[in-house]
């Protein structure tokens, strides 16, 4: 089995450095999405296949707004459309997995904050069903709780990571269990879920985006290690590490792409200009990968990097 090293937790600026010795992405491109009237389309997953076509699940809101929803989108002539008769979810952030043989997908739902006047709370919410068309709620996570996502292991259990925030996890940290069957994914479960310990500095934050069942049974994580700099503004970096789940030994982060090398777009708030949300990740036989990405909260694209899995593989 791969050895997974860990040090210790490293900030956003020491990543970077660390980062700029490496190759860099190539080939970076906007995702062109029609159909939606002036919305903006970002947060997307990657491409799935759903009976017999490539689909994406994207992130469709006004500009000014928070209020979102997600459609699944099919490539026509060069766009991606929405797809006909297709279910519009009222999500943030669409993400999918596949378990025991059906399509899992998620997305961040909010709702008024119950104590909070004004103000929004939010929870990850579950669909499955063997397509698009026949998706079903059947589990929610905790209030409060976003970045929650599952994976199915060698063995058929499947590995929980969570991200709590507050009291356990400050501004966010990625928590990791594992279940015996889809059906023992509770709140409880997930809350009780325990930290991986030294992945964040107390200042920045993080979550999982998308994690990846890796050749050799380790689970591969993509996804974002976050900070604020002195003026309120936030960065985010789309990053991986590896987990052995046998174990619960993780290795170290590395970022994979930095906001400069996509290209140049609008942004949703000043704050918001080198934000990089990774969405998902394809990984190709040539040794590559595509990250599916939403870019400073307004638009997606996709880029293509070494494929940051094969080390844990070898």
């Known amino acids: 089995m791969t050895l997974l090293r860990k040090g210790n937790a490293q900030t956003c600026e020491q990543l970077l450095e660390e980062y700029t010795t490496k190759t860099q992405p190539t080939s970076p491109e906007k995702i062109v999405f029609s159909g939606i009237g002036e919305n903006d389309v970002y947060n997307i997953s990657a491409p799935f296949e759903d009976e017999g076509e490539l689909v994406i699940a994207g992130r469709v809101e006004s500009r000014n707004s928070e209020h979102s929803n997600v459609y699944f989108f099919v490539k026509r002539k060069g766009e991606w459309v929405p797809r006909e008769n297709a279910p519009v979810l009222e999500l943030q952030d669409p993400f999918f997995t596949r378990i025991a043989g059906e399509l899992v997908l998620g997305g961040v739902q909010i709702f008024p904050h119950p104590t909070k006047q004004g103000q929004l709370g939010w929870r ?3 669909y499955k069903g063997q397509s ?9 996570g905790p209030d409060g709780m976003k970045d929650l996502r599952l994976v199915e292991l060698k063995d058929g259990s499947i590995g929980v990571l969570t991200r709590p925030q507050g009291e356990k996890g400050g501004r966010g940290k990625i928590g990791w269990t594992r279940i015996s069957s889809i059906s023992e994914l509770t709140i409880n479960v ?4 325990p930290l991986l310990e030294g992945q964040f500095i107390e200042e920045e934050w993080g979550g999982a985006n998308e ?7 380790l689970v591969g994580v993509l996804g974002h290690v ?15 590490f590896a987990l052995d789940p046998e174990t619960g030994t993780f290795s170290d982060m590395e970022l994979i792409a930095t906001r400069s090398q996509f290209l140049p777009g609008p942004s949703k708030r000043p704050d918001l200009v080198d934000v990089v949300f990774s969405g998902g990740l394809v990984r190709k036989p040539d040794g590559t990968a595509d990250i599916y990405a939403g870019i400073s909260d307004a638009e997606a694209q996709k ?3 070494v494929d940051p899995f094969v080390q844990y593989e070898l």
Not at 132 to 140: D, M, T, Y
């Open 124 to 126: 990850t919410v579950f």
């Open 132 to 140: 698009v068309a026949s998706l079903q709620e059947f589990a929610k």
């Open 190 to 193: 997930i809350s009780e879920a």
């Open 211 to 217: 994690p990846h069942l890796l050749a050799n049974g």
């Open 226 to 240: 976050a900070s604020f700099d002195d003026e309120g503004n936030r960065h985010y970096y789309p990053m991986v």
């Open 303 to 305: 880029i293509t990097i």
